[in-house]
């Protein structure tokens, strides 16, 4: 009789209630003592395989600010809102987890989009914006002149040590209509100091 080796693996995704239960089965006539054995993910057992979690629509809103320039920056929908709450001012992103069983702190966190919202102000007090309270933060976009607003690109990688945030792509002067070049890049680093290298760039 022929007897089958079967390595399975069982995830549960962060956010989904789907329990996916993966299998792979080896003939064990053919099999030969001396070949590694493999898991699902083509990887050899002694040595876990990362667990990748996919999703989309994932929604986001980040408040940044740029000390040196004077600037503030809304990620997120500020404009012709049909209503303002906390959802409404969130744009969606694709997201790619990545965790290492072997090391606990192995995780890496992927955020992109195309199409992002930003609004940029003058000054850096992010203290009717950030926390979200609605009140405060829809009475703050409806009555605060912009300087420049887009859509632009957006990617964040995020790790155990250092998060970088950047977003870029053309944004239209509220003052005179023209359109301008905008890079901005926020570094955070875990250290004692709490560093965050920013920096907003119009050009």
């Known amino acids: 009789m022929r007897t ?3 390595l399975f693996e ?3 995704l962060r956010g989904t209630a789907a329990l996916v239960l993966l299998g792979a089965c080896m003939d064990g006539a053919s099999r030969l003592p001396t070949q590694p054995s493999f898991d699902v993910a083509d990887n050899p057992t002694p040595s876990p395989s990362a667990i990748v979690i996919r999703r989309d629509g994932i929604p986001v809103r980040i408040i940044t600010v740029d000390p040196v320039a004077g600037l503030m920056a809304i990620h997120g929908p500020t404009d012709d809102l049909p209503v303002c709450n ?3 001012t969130r744009d969606t992103v694709d997201g790619q987890q990545i965790n290492t069983p072997s090391d606990v702190q192995g995780i890496r966190l ?6 992002t919202h930003v609004s ?7 203290s009717q914006v950030f926390p979200f309270v609605q009140s ?3 009475a703050f976009i409806a009555n605060t002149p912009t300087l420049y607003e887009g859509v632009v690109g957006y990617h964040v990688n995020l790790g ?3 998060t970088s945030f950047r977003w870029e792509g053309d944004i239209v002067s509220d003052a005179d209509g023209s359109t301008h070049h905008y890079v901005e890049r926020q570094d955070v680093v875990s250290t004692s100091s709490g560093n965050v290298p920013s920096y907003i760039r119009i050009q």
């Open 4 to 6: 089958m080796r079967c």
């Open 10 to 12: 069982t995830y549960v």
């Open 86 to 88: 906390n959802l409404t």
């Open 110 to 115: 992927l955020l992109q989009a195309a199409d």
């Open 120 to 126: 940029i102000y003058a000054g850096t007090d992010i």
């Open 136 to 138: 405060q933060f829809c």
């Open 160 to 162: 155990s040590s250092m």
